[in-house]
């Protein structure tokens, strides 16, 4: 298990960030961990933050507006919205920041979302585009890699508890 991949690739000329992370898991876990807001708010969120879902609708045109919670409860809010999704494949979302009353932070950013399943496991690819170099900058000075290494790690635990039931 301990050779599953791992990137994280910066490209400031097309101002994105490129994730692959590989999960010992079959595919209809892992996109239901993407898709399900029962299961997102379980993981999504590098430690010792929490995600809380306010609603989601996955269907294209869809949105899911959650907050990142800290420990002492202070919400972070973020909106995506769901651009195009083909089942098991694919989705795409724009992403955003924002106030508690839904009022989006722009400029945001595009993530492409691909699973691919081979030989039991299940490869997630992420491509983040970024509207400014400014605004990938900031993202990465924020600890994304650090706080999407975290989260993805939590979904791999969370994998391995939800294939052993």
Not at 83 to 105: H, Q
Not at 129 to 154: C, D, P, V
């Amino acid at each position: 298990m301990k050779n599953l991949q791992f990137d994280f690739t910066v490209n400031k000329e097309t101002k994105t960030v490129y994730v692959i992370r590989e999960f010992a898991a079959p595919l209809d876990l892992v996109w239901d961990a993407w898709t399900k807001p029962e299961i997102l708010d379980q993981w999504w969120a590098p430690q010792p933050f929490a995600s809380k879902t306010k609603h989601m609708d996955f269907k294209v045109g869809g949105r899911r507006f959650y907050a990142m919670v800290s420990p002492d409860g202070q919400e972070g809010w973020v909106i995506q919205k769901y651009t195009s999704i083909s089942p098991k494949t694919n989705f795409k979302i724009f992403n955003a920041f924002a106030d508690k009353d839904e009022n989006p932070e722009l400029p945001g950013s595009n993530w492409d979302i691909n699973f691919i399943e081979q030989s039991g496991k299940t490869k997630v690819s992420i491509a983040i585009y970024n509207e400014s170099l400014a605004r990938l900058e900031k993202m990465i000075e924020m600890g994304f890699k650090e706080g999407i290494t975290m989260t993805l790690s939590s979904l791999e635990k969370l994998l391995t508890t939800l294939s052993s039931k």
